[in-house]
Each structure stands twice: as structure tokens, then as C-alpha cells.
């Protein structure tokens, strides 16, 4: 089993900041790959990040330039950095690992319980 575990979710302002992290223990042999993805009232799910193990990084076309996903492997930890946010970003955060870097929900089998993120306006 993989568990990830999420922190850093909040409510903050049009323009502000806010830091996401993800702690990930278990079996995590060849779980290479880190994503997170994000899901709004009424929408599905949508990606917004990942990292490969050797930090390629990928970004959804809405977040580029604004937010940055990062990893620690010596603490077994990913981060997203999200930066100038907007009420438009706001919804449940979840962090997702996967034995290969993607960037479709199937792709990863495993899941955090998800945080939530409400940018005001």
C-alpha cells in the first residue's frame, strides 16, 4: 500500500499565496512519478502538475507560470508552490503518485485524500 498524506490548504485572496504538501510512506518501490490535480464544484477532475523522478516537470496550460510542483526524496515529500492565485483555481487539491509520470487521473494509482483551496475575490 502507498498512502499520501496532504497539508497547506486554505482560504486566501485574489493575488496571494499558498504552499501545498504531500508526505507519501509505504510501499513505494518504482513509484516514481508525482501529480497533483484539482477538482471544482461541479467539474472534473483536472490536472494541474506533475514531476518525473528526474524532475522534468509538466504544468496544465491554466496554472503555467503561476504555480511550481517540486519533490524532496529524502523526506519522501512533493510540493506545489501555487502563486498569484485566482477565485478560479479554487477546489479540493490532490496529490497522486504513479510508477511513470503522466498527466491522466488513470494514470496514477494512488491518492491522497485531497485539501482544500478557496481563493476569494
Known amino acids: 500500500q502507498v498512502d499520501l498524506v496532504e497539508s497547506g490548504g486554505g482560504l486566501v485572496q485574489a493575488g496571494g499565496s499558498l504552499k501545498l504538501s504531500c508526505t507519501i510512506s509505504g510501499r513505494t518501490e518504482k513509484v516514481y512519478g508525482r501529480g497533483w490535480f484539482r477538482q471544482g464544484p461541479g467539474s472534473e477532475r483536472e490536472f494541474v502538475a506533475a514531476?518525473?523522478?528526474?524532475?522534468?516537470?509538466y504544468y496544465g496550460g491554466s496554472v503555467k507560470g503561476r504555480f511550481t510542483i517540486s519533490r524532496d526524496d529524502a523526506r519522501n515529500m512533493v510540493f506545489l508552490q501555487m502563486d498569484n492565485l485566482r477565485p478560479e483555481d479554487t477546489g479540493v487539491y490532490y496529490c497522486?503518485?504513479?510508477?511513470?509520470?503522466?498527466?491522466?487521473?488513470?494514470?496514477?494509482?494512488?491518492w491522497g485524500q485531497g485539501t482544500q483551496v478557496t481563493v476569494s475575490s
Open positions: 497522486a503518485a504513479s510508477y511513470e509520470v503522466g498527466t491522466l487521473p488513470f494514470e496514477y494509482p494512488f
Open positions: 514531476i518525473s523522478w528526474g524532475r522534468q516537470t
